[in-house]
């Protein structure tokens, strides 16, 4: 009797573990609003537009520090202009004013939605800053990076949208400085990838840098890599091959060496990379180079005061987008084939929050 008592606690904690271990795992289409004080989760997008522009945005839900709270929804977007001019686009509001659908994704902040629907991907942003819309498809199906853990939480990312290709189009508004809107501006094809991560602890536990290269244009095979270092200088690494619609090859041991590391203010870039890895179809090595500068972008440059301030406790990151130029060398059994073209690229590096300077007590006089 005792030994069925003992057996069963066993097994409703086990039960109770199993439980709480996938109430916290990435869920596909809705945020998992977790109580914990660093959750952190959000769905960012990336788009090279064939008119020369940029379009990055990021929906994200987080849990912040009084007074603004649990629950905290946020949508930031940055706008590069085929001429370099750069444009943010960013609201946040409380829950009610930001909300999801429970069956599919389909997201929502203040006046821009985030959905999808099997393959297309829908992006619309529209504050007095900008209007912008993305429609897009991505036929890869999708995948993720390991699930690191540190002493406080975890970190798990997912490309929900891995080759997105579509059009689009963007419209500058009254606070880019034009009344009352500045002219439509159509892109027949927009090419990019959607990532989805949730994170328990801080960024700097869980990431050093994240590199992320994906091919654009004509060429029929494209490279698509994926490179995290975590604060232990441990790697995790996806790089994919893919060919339209289908996935040609998956590399495995693969070597990433940065060079010409350049510094700015208090982060850093590479300006190459080299790479070699082994596929089960045939190895490939060959570099990137980072020719082209799109934008680099650290959120601390666009808070306001109080932002500001909230900031200074946390690691902050700064993303260095370019357009680059790969050349490498897949080599099978049946001879050598040598891929080269544009790849839409971006580092990012984390800086660990500052230390705050201690103050000197001065000596009371007597």
Not at 266 to 271: C, M, Q, R, T
Request: glycine share 6%.
């Amino acid at each position: 009797m005792c030994f069925k008592k003992v057996f069963s606690r066993i097994l409703v904690l086990l039960l109770f573990s199993i439980t709480s271990v996938y109430s916290q795992e990435i869920d596909n289409i809705r945020p998992k609003r977790l109580d914990d004080k660093n959750y952190t989760e959000y769905w960012e997008q990336y788009f090279y537009l064939s008119d020369g522009s940029l379009i990055t945005s990021q929906f994200l839900v987080a849990n912040f520090p009084w007074p603004v709270g649990k629950d905290h929804g946020i949508m930031l977007s940055t706008l590069i202009t085929p001429n370099g001019e750069q444009y943010v686009i960013k609201n946040g509001r409380n829950f009610g004013e930001w909300g999801y659908k429970e069956d599919k994704l389909d997201l929502f902040i203040h006046t821009h939605r985030l959905s999808q629907k099997n393959d297309e991907v829908n992006v619309h942003l529209e504050n007095t800053m900008a209007f912008v819309d993305i429609n897009s498809k991505s036929k890869i199906a999708p995948f993720s990076h390991n699930r690191f853990s540190s002493d406080e939480g975890f970190i798990e990312s997912r490309f929900y949208a891995p080759s997105l290709i579509g059009n689009g189009n963007w419209q500058l508004g009254e606070e880019a400085g034009l009344k009352p809107n500045g002219p439509v501006n159509n892109a027949d094809i927009a090419e990019g990838h959607g990532v989805h991560v949730l994170m328990t602890d801080k960024v700097d536990q869980l990431i050093k840098n994240w590199t992320r290269i994906s091919g654009i244009g004509n060429g029929q095979l494209k490279p698509f890599i994926s490179a995290i270092t975590r604060p232990d200088e441990k790697q995790d690494i996806i790089f994919k091959l893919f060919d339209n619609d289908k996935t040609i090859e998956t590399f495995e041991n693969v070597n990433i060496k940065y060079e010409n590391i350049t510094k700015e203010k208090e982060a850093s870039y590479p300006k190459r990379i080299k790479i070699t890895a082994k596929g089960k179809n045939g190895n490939i090595e060959g570099e990137i180079q980072f020719t082209r500068k799109m934008d680099h972008f650290n959120l601390t440059d666009h808070l306001n005061f109080f932002e500001r301030s909230f900031a200074k406790s946390n690691p902050t990151g700064t993303n260095f987008r370019y357009i680059a130029d790969y050349n490498l060398v897949y080599k099978t059994a049946k001879g050598e084939k040598l891929l080269g073209g544009k790849a839409l690229s971006e580092y990012i590096d984390i800086q660990p929050a500052k230390k705050a300077a201690s103050k000197k007590r001065r000596r009371s006089r007597r």
